[in-house]
């Protein structure tokens, strides 16, 4: 599990390094009095952060580096949640009506489907072409632990995956 590295900076610190437009996500950086000029000239009024590859921005703060969502929903609620849900699952979307307080069952619950897929649906994967029931269903129950049956065929496992998790809380977009 990633370590998420907190937030040393209150509220009010943030809303002096930086201005944030809810409309676009975009964090940009204030004019620094403390700081060198040539740091001004580079940085103040320009946009905060880059694009990683996984597809969240990072921007570095006094050498660290921090995912804008984070600073985002600090900067405008003033609390760091312990996870932070993009609702429409595109991690730079950074808008705060994108951005909600979440734990980790609610997060993984709208994750989409991994690029690594063979079976081209999330929770049903091929284990073992010799075994009389090759297609495997997986799921975590209400308590959090993984439960997991074999069948047949693929259209079985897909069915069975979809009716253990009805109800739990799964977000449309999950898997897709």
Request: aromatic content about 10%; charged content about 30%.
């Amino acid at each position: 599990m990633m370590k998420i590295k907190p937030i040393p900076f209150s509220q009010s610190e943030l809303k002096q390094m930086f201005d944030y437009d809810a409309d676009t996500g975009v964090l940009t950086r204030k004019y620094r009095h403390d700081a060198r000029p040539q740091w001004n000239t580079q940085h103040a009024g320009k946009q905060a952060g880059h694009l990683h590859s996984s597809g969240y921005i990072h921007v570095r703060v006094n050498g660290h580096l921090y995912k804008a969502h984070r600073l985002i929903f600090k900067l405008v609620h003033g609390d760091e949640p312990l996870e932070i849900d993009h609702i429409n699952g595109n991690p730079s979307d950074n808008r705060i009506n994108n951005l909600k307080s979440s734990d980790i069952k609610q997060n993984m619950r709208n994750q989409k489907k991994y690029c690594n897929n063979s079976s081209g649906f999330t929770g049903v994967r091929f284990k073992n072409r010799g075994h009389p029931k090759p297609w495997s269903a997986y799921w975590n129950d209400e308590n959090g632990k993984r439960k997991e049956k074999s069948f047949a065929t693929k259209e079985e496992a897909i069915a069975h995956r979809e009716k253990m998790i009805e109800g739990m809380g799964y977000s449309e977009r999950h898997g897709s």
